[in-house]
């Protein structure tokens, strides 16, 4: 049953109940068969799920198995004993990923709070009404049938069919977005011409639990408790959303898949060729051939470590955890680290009106009437909103609005209120649509009421005109009636006020003696106001190629008026009611969604299928709101964003990211932060995959030409400090200043889109020959080698190995220099992808991080170098030779770092021709 649609006897019939409520008996008979007036609740993830689900992510399960097969080798070579040396490989991974594991569960560890505060949303207790009396029992207690009696300040316990209301008025913002409490009445719902059903909104006979009565009181009915009351929809709703991988996952994973083959490709081609080179010219041996296959996939396994990133996974989080302080520092706190990047790729924001594009306070922005301090007083007495100690408004917020314009005009409701002290009334009255007041002021009783224009006009028979009381003439009826249309036009909710002079109290105030032959004293304009901000960031949005969508509870009038102030429709055209949307299929609504930006009186159900329907065209669409209606969409959306200060507990336990100050500007600041923190993610994997590039490439030709130039403990001190310490002073790049100005990325981007694949290619391959010059010229210096005896120099490389040639130990001193010196200027060249190392704005935000990692690093690069200790723990070869002495000379030092040097012009060339091709597609 439609209980808004029926007769209150007929719903009392429905659910076999009278208005003296069910007896003690049946109530308790009800209770059994169905249970408390609870929401289902959740079950939480354990701290061992969320660990698993922590390495589950393909990065980080390809390190697992990196570190399993290097175990493996490490068992084989060390002859199952446990040596700290053969081991250090796997143990470096193993903190990794433990480093890892343990950021992710810091920063994602807080337990889903939605669904525990749906429940914390419900009255503690309520009055009804059991054999007859009136009783208080616990809101859980509460079944189908109960009369609940309810006053201003009661939260309403179930859903409802109203029986009794006297100037009842409930708050329902947070249920159904309206941004002004709600007049109740008794009387039946029809339906509109052409409407199947009647928006949550506009079922004015109906209470709701989760909404609050703020004024009046009243008695009704219960229709649904717990999971089958509006608020359990939302919660069933809830709790059904999935969570989404983010574009940042979904690419990482693409990217792990990627490397995975890469990896497994290489190795394989290298011990094949590797074990052919062995046993080609020599007389098969099973006892050769297992020696010589042991050796060369020990060569593969190295270049496996060469080619896995792995320090990448930890690096990304850690941008990650940076980003989350940044936006906090901006007003925008991240519940989950992925929302970070997500907010960079947004292409929709899906934003609540109240509070986030509105300041969520109903102001006077625009009067009618000759005397404005008169209009002023007379709206603020006949109120019941007062000001507190720290002279705000507080009240019913369209009473607040008529206090605060008083205030603001130097009319202070106290104090009025002390000259002119109230000493009667006729309450507000939904039938009447207004309220009158009482005031004696010396020896006179001013009387003056308030309302809705045409209601209150109706009762007017004199206008106050230049302070002088005139009759009423239908030509000053016209113009007040123009003034009210020009205000309704702007959606302004407009009041009227009138006053009447009495000699002596009147004897009785009911409203049929009092509101008659009354003065007109003029109208006011309120509306919620457009934050001054807002404007501007929508402006921005646009810019970034980001579209605003308006969604709200309210009136169509009033979503379109403020929609065009704001710029987000130029057209009433493009704005959309809830009740129109059910029309449309989802296929339809996927078409048709692109026409609207304002979406008018909608309901929970029509804010998740809006965002849906953008999802399902492909945008990456984020959603903003306040109250529990919000929460399904905001779960449901990419990145969903709840508000700090007028937020419920559910939409923040719901939310990706919640905004301290509840500002759609702060979003906007926080899609430039994730637009900033994805290009430095993007940053560091282009540097960190370029070296690994070279490393591949450099290692590959060593094992199919027999000589070693970097060993295993190289890569992964390459790896591990040179590729880390870069890789995260870049996270901390500035946002170049074209950031704002470019389209969001597609979806279909990868990581290697945009010519970043091409670029990761030829700068490998590049850092891999500046390496593998190092480490030549080392060689030829050791061995006397020059120019002209180049072939024999280059024959004598072919095989040589630091176990039977020592001269080759200078090569490999050149080669780790140039590796570790190529890779930082690698990362210096990337603190723009496609921009001049050395424009303006490069030197203007200078990156002081990355300066510091270049001199920790270059410092860093050197100790094994310099201290023969440390270098007999990186080349143990040497020792095993009888302690060889090696002196680094300044000479290879200077020739290592000049080699490294030339990537910087090189690397510019090519983001000079890459600014070329893209300005020619433009």
Known sequence: MKYYLEEAQAVLTEVKSSENGLTSAEAEKRLAQNGKNKLKEAEKEGLVKKIISALADPMIIMLLVAAFIQAVVAVVQSHGKFELSEFADVLIILVVVIINTIMSLVQESKAEAAMEALMQMTAATSRVIRDGKIVSIK?????????????????????????????????????????????????????????????????????????????????????????????????????????????????????????????????????????????????????????????????????????????????????????????????????????????????????????TLTQNKMTVVDHYGDDDKLLATGMALCCDAHLDENGKAVG??????????????????????????????????????????????????????????????????????????????????????????????????????????????????????????????????????????????????????????????????????????????????????????DKFSDEELQEEVVKYSVYARVQPEHKTRIVKAWKARGMVTAMTGDGVNDAPSIKSADIGIGMGITGTDVTKGAADMVLADDNFATIVNAVEEGRKIYDNVCKVLQFQ?????????????????????????????????????????????????????????????????????????????????????????????????????????????????????????????MAFLAVNFGEIFCAINMRSRKGSLFSKGMFLNMNWWLIGAFVVTVALTMLPVMIPQLAAVFFPAADAMGGVQFHMELNDVLISFCLALSTVPVFEIGKAIHRAIDKKKQ
């Open 139 to 355: 809101s859980e207690d509460i079944v189908v049938g109960d009369v609940v009696v309810l006053e201003a300040g009661d939260a309403v316990p179930a859903d409802c069919r109203i029986l009794e209301s006297y100037s009842m008025k409930a708050e329902e913002a947070a249920l159904t977005g309206e941004s002004v409490p709600v007049t109740k009445m008794i009387e039946t719902l029809m339906l509109q011409k052409g409407s199947e059903d009647v928006t949550l909104g506009d079922r004015k006979n109906m209470l709701y639990s989760g909404s609050t009565i703020v004024y009046g009181r009243g008695k009704a009915v219960v229709t649904g408790t717990g999971m089958d009351t509006e608020m359990g929809k939302i919660a069933d709703a809830l709790s059904q959303a999935e969570d989404e991988q983010t574009p940042l996952q979904i690419k990482m994973a693409e990217l792990s898949r990627f490397l995975t083959k890469l990896v497994i490709g290489i190795s394989v081609l290298v011990f094949a060729v590797s074990l052919a080179e062995e046993m080609i010219g020599t007389t098969f041996e099973w006892g050769h051939f297992g020696t010589a296959a042991l050796s060369t996939f020990i060569a593969a396994i190295a270049l496996a470590v060469a080619a896995i990133p792995e320090g990448l996974p930890a690096v990304v989080t850690i941008i990650l955890s940076i980003g989350v302080t940044a936006m906090s520092k901006r007003q925008a706190l991240i519940r989950k680290l992925t929302a970070v990047e997500t907010l960079g790729c947004t292409q929709i924001i899906c934003s609540d009106k109240n509070c």
């Open 689 to 813: 995959l370029s070296t690994n590039m070279s490393e591949v490439i450099i290692m590959f030709l060593a094992s199919v030409l027999r000589f070693t130039i970097l060993s295993p403990v190289h890569l992964l001190w390459v790896n591990m400090v040179t590729d880390s310490l870069p890789g995260l002073a870049l996270g901390m790049e500035k946002a170049e200043g074209d950031l704002m100005r470019r389209k969001p990325r597609a979806t279909t981007d990868g990581i290697f889109s945009g010519g970043a694949g091409f670029d990761m290619v030829w700068q490998g391959i590049y850092l891999a020959i500046i390496e593998i010059a190092a480490y030549v010229i080392g060689f030829f210096e050791a061995n006397g080698y020059t120019f002209e005896t180049i072939i024999p120099g280059l024959k004598a490389i072919y095989g040589a190995t630091v176990t039977d040639h020592n001269a080759c130990l200078e090569g490999m001193f």
């Open 396 to 581: 019913e917020p369209t009473e607040a609005a008529l206090v605060n314009y008083a205030n603001a005009l130097g009319l202070p409701k106290d104090k009025l209120a002390e000259e002119s002290p109230r000493i009667g009334e006729a309450p507000f009255d939904s039938g009447r649509k207004m309220m009158s007041t009482l005031h004696r002021r010396g020896d006179c009783i001013r009387q003056f009421t308030k309302g809705a224009p045409d209601v209150v006009l109706n009762l007017c028979s004199t206008v106050l005109v230049n302070g002088q009381t005139v009759p009423m003439t239908e030509e000053i009826k016209k113009n007040i009636a123009k003034a009210n249309k020009e205000m309704a036009d702007k959606a302004l909710r407009v009041l009227a006020l009138a006053m009447r002079t009495h000699s002596a109290e009147p004897a009785d105030h009911s409203a049929e003696n009092l509101e008659h032959d009354l003065t007109f004293v003029g109208l006011t304009g309120m509306i919620d106001p457009v934050r001054p901000e807002v404007k501007a960031a929508i402006e921005e949005c646009r810019g970034a190629g980001v579209i605003p969508i308006m969604i709200t509870g309210d009136h169509k009038d009033t979503a379109v008026a403020i929609g065009k102030e704001l710029g987000i429709i130029s057209d009433v055209s493009q704005a959309i009611v809830g009740a129109e949307l």
